[in-house]
Structures are given as structure tokens and as C-alpha cells.
DNA sequence: GTCAACGAATTTGTATACAAGAACATTGAA
DNA sequence: TTCAATGTTCTTGTATACAAATTCGTTGAC
């Protein structure tokens, strides 16, 4: 693994995540070594690690294509991600230092700055650092490798999720709940506010398969 | 990726959670090579894989090496197994049906058998068995694939455990209070079983830093 | 007109060749 | 004796070549 595998991983996983290779889409091989300048070989060992951790799907001798994941699969992988960030939140509530705490406000601070311009793409911006700031927080960082990345292989769907209407005033509320919880050591509330913040849940389970059916 | 790629893939990953390949072992493409009698480029391939699912570390120009964690990471590694291993029982509490519940009893049982025999290997076998019934019983396909990765990424660590002294006499009891609280549709009584039957806590922790320190 | 079968072309999987960086040993000086 | 420098060797990373399999198109029969 040479700085070119591990730059093309970045660059597909990048592809990936942000949309320009929907669910679904085939990536060939050659294709993308011209697009990169490159030969086949790096190309195929980035795409055997993207398929090992589940961002793309390898058929033998039929390519790889974008993992598309049906709306059951979706859930649970929010699910997931729910039960992990409620971990995370659990932990950061008992062992956060000065730091961690410093680290969460000024997120919150940036949250706030984002919704109070009504920008969203700034708002998804700073509510991710805002929750990777928790995971940081937790003192694990095993748990923090896999919230990171659990987050990142859930980018594409939940791209959407915060243009529903109102959807950014309450989840900025719910960061500041979150955030007491935290700061005052109340592990348990810290978990029950994340869980429920990350869930998909009541209304936003129909939002989330209206994202998945174009 | 082919059957050969796969394979090995396979076989590799089996050598390292078996402890053929104990943590902190170089990894040698060529020797990999001729031992299975392939090319470098498919033991390059595997390779990526597993490292990027964290079963080997991959150091640019320099090789792979087995993953060799510190022991607190490894703790936090149980910890994360704990919490997900909650969430499962939970989950199959309340969603459990009856092929679920007739898979979690057979496997309790032949824990139960290999106890009598007093035969730890066998208990080490069965207990794996009894822990996919309850990831499956979760009907969370992506949880139980979480569930399932972690499990293999801790058998290095966890091959030792069972040996302590009466481990698996209060394992099995640990298992029969499990199926209890599941087959009753205790969800909230699974999560606590569970999670307390994962952690590694009080002289358990004791004897997890002994099998790090050889 | 539809479907099946066969053949060409594209694509994947593996091996090998080559280039570049890292590890190692040998030699020399302090 | 120890340490540093340099050259050799070994290993990794990438490109290319080739083999095998799948896909697609064409042709033919019903």
C-alpha cells in the first residue's frame, strides 16, 4: 500500500460518500485508472478494501459496484449507528476533561452560527465535527474508529435527511439537550437523548425511504 | 476478486484468529505467496482487505503486520462487543419467533453438554454457536454482521479466557439467565445479562492483561 | 417475430517484470 | 569499541502481459 493505493481509496471512498458514485453504480476498473492516471493494480486493491469494510460490493468476476442497500438495511444500519452514538455519549458524559467539553461547545457554537444563517450544507459541516467531538469525548478509541466510520459509510443516506422542513432547528435543539446531559455527567440522559437524536423514527422513517426510492 | 483471492483472504484471516499468525507478526507477501502457491498479487489483495477491516496493519513501504493492540484497546474492543451484544438480545427479546427460540435453546444445550464434559474447546465452539442464534434472533442482518466481524476480530484475545478457573461454570449459568430474559420478551433484562456477560470487568480484567503479556 | 445458440469483444483475475524505497551489513574513522 | 556512512540486498509498489470468464451481438431456426 503506496501513498497512490491509499489516495485512490480516499478518492473513491470520497466518490462514494458524497454522491458522485451513486448506490448501485458499477466502477470499472479501467475507467477509473485512466480517470486517476494510474494502472489497474492500485485501482483493484482500493476497491478490495473498499468492498471489505462494505462501502462497495465485489461480485467475482463481475466487477464492483456501489453497495446499494435496500430500506430494512438502511434502518439497521441506523440503528446501529444510534446504539453506538448513544455509547459514545454514555462514556464522553463520565470521562470528558476540559478539552473534550471546549472541544463539544465551540461545535455547538459553530451548530448554532449554521442554523441561525439557515445554511445547511455549513450545518451538516459542523454537525458532523459536532458528534465526532463526542466520540472523541468517550475516551474509547476503538468506539470512536467505528462511530467515524459507521458515520461515513451512512453519508450518502442521510445527505437528504436534514432539508426536510424544520429538521435543522430540532436537531440543533436536540445538540443542546445532548450537551447538558454531557457536561453535567447524566450518562444515562445523554444516552437517551442520543439514541433517540440518531434514530430513525416516526415521521423521518418515511422521510428516509423517500430519500431511497427516486 | 476470485476464489483465489477469497480463499486466501479466508485462509489468512483464519491463521490469525486461530493465533497461527499471533499478533505482531510480519506478514511476508512472498512467503504468503509460495506457501499457498499463488503470485504475490492475489496475497496483496487479501491482504488489503484485512487491513482494512483492522485484522492486520498495513505500514506503507514497509509491510503488514498481524493488528497487535495494546491492552486498552482491547478492553475498549470488549466494550463495544458488550454494547452490541446487548443490543442484540435485546432486539431478539422482543422480535424472537420460533425457529429463533428452538436455535438459542439447541445451542444453549450443547453448551450445556460440552459443561458436563468439562471440555473447553468443545464450550468454546458451542458458545460461538449460541451467540450467532441470539445476533440472528436480532433480525438485524447489518447488527449481526456487526456482531459477527467483531466477535471473529476478538477470538485472539478471548481463546485464553475460558480457561480461568470455573469461567465456564458461570458462563453457562450466565447463558441460562440469558435465554430466560429473551424467551420471556425482557428485552431490558437481555441488554443488562448480556452486556455484564461480555465485559470484561473486575479479575477478569486481571486475567485479560495476563493473556496480552506473554 | 421471438428465442436460442454460437462467436466476438470486453472485462476480470493472476502472473511476471521492473522500479523505488527500506533494511542490512560492511567498512572506515573517531 | 562504538558509531556513522555507504553500498548491497531484500521487499514493496506499480505496470504490463496473458489467461479465463462473462457479456453482448449476431445469426439462425422455429
Redesign the pocket.
Known sequence: ?????QTLRDEIENGIVTGEFPPGE?L???QL?TRY??????V??ALMQLGAIGLVE???????VVAEHGPERVFEMFEVMAELEAMAGGLAARRHGDNDKAAILAALEQCQNAAEKNDTDQYYYENEIFHRAIYTASHSGFLEEQCVSLHRRLRPYRRLQLRVRNRMKVSLAEHCEIVDAITAGDAQKARLLLRHHIAVQGDRFGDLLATLRP
Not at 492516471?37 to 492500485?42: A, D, I, K, M
Not at 465485489?58 to 464492483?64: K, N, Y
Open positions: 500500500m503506496s501513498a497512490t493505493s458499477r470499472d476498473e479501467v485508472a492516471g494510474v494502472s489497474r493494480t492500485p483493484r486493491e465485489m461480485r467475482p468476476r463481475r466487477g464492483a
